[in-house]
């Protein structure tokens, strides 16, 4: 394997982890000694100045990580705050619709009550801070739960979850979520 192979690759693999990485990691992956990561970092570090790139390879600590200039901080700022407060859509005001009412529950619960993956739509709604991680569900697997934030209280004008409008009269008597277990609707 060549040089421009190994920063390939060394580039690769930091870009699409997105977070640290330890040295001896990617010394592995690279096929490479940790001494040489290093020196594979300082070569790929020189490409970006040269090329004037927005991105760097920062070390933190033992780890590397592949960055945005501080200089393109408020771009990125803009843009990632415009992501949040772009409005719901319908399926993510369902998605939290069954959340705020029957918390906490795992995705799979959501899933369940609307009939499609509903993956993406609560991790947007956690990445909007509308929802958070309540713990884990006590059976195998153990699933995550999710419940809505003070961030969704004060986004739907609420004091409380006491404040939540009634459920329509068809499902008062139809528990959705009781405990630990998932009751869904009967079919009618």
């Known amino acids: 394997m060549n040089l421009n192979e190994k920063l390939s690759i060394l580039e690769a693999v930091l870009f699409a982890c997105g977070e640290p990485m330890e040295s ?72 939290l619709t069954i959340v705020a009412y029957n918390q906490p529950v795992t995705k799979s619960f959501v899933e369940n009550i609307r009939g499609v993956d509903s993956s993406s739509i609560v991790n947007s709604l956690v990445e909007k801070e509308l929802l958070m991680e309540s713990g884990r569900l006590d059976v195998p697997g153990k699933p995550v739960l999710f419940k809505t934030t003070n961030t969704f209280l004060r986004c739907f004008g609420l004091n409380s979850l006491d404040d939540l409008p009634p459920l329509h009269d068809d499902y008062e008597d139809k528990p959705l979520f009781k405990g630990n277990n998932v009751l869904l609707k009967d079919s009618e």
Do not use: H, W
Request: charged fraction near 25%; hydrophobic fraction near 40%; include cysteine.
């Open 24 to 95: 001896n990691k990617l010394a592995e992956v690279c096929k490479v000694t940790v001494d040489i990561i290093a020196d594979l970092i300082k070569i790929l570090n020189d490409r970006y100045d040269t090329n004037k790139s927005a991105l760097q390879v920062m070390k933190l600590g033992g780890y590397y990580q592949l960055c945005t200039r501080k200089e393109f901080a408020g771009y990125i700022k803009t843009i990632l705050e415009s992501k949040r407060s772009t409005p719901l859509s319908n399926a993510a005001l369902e998605a």
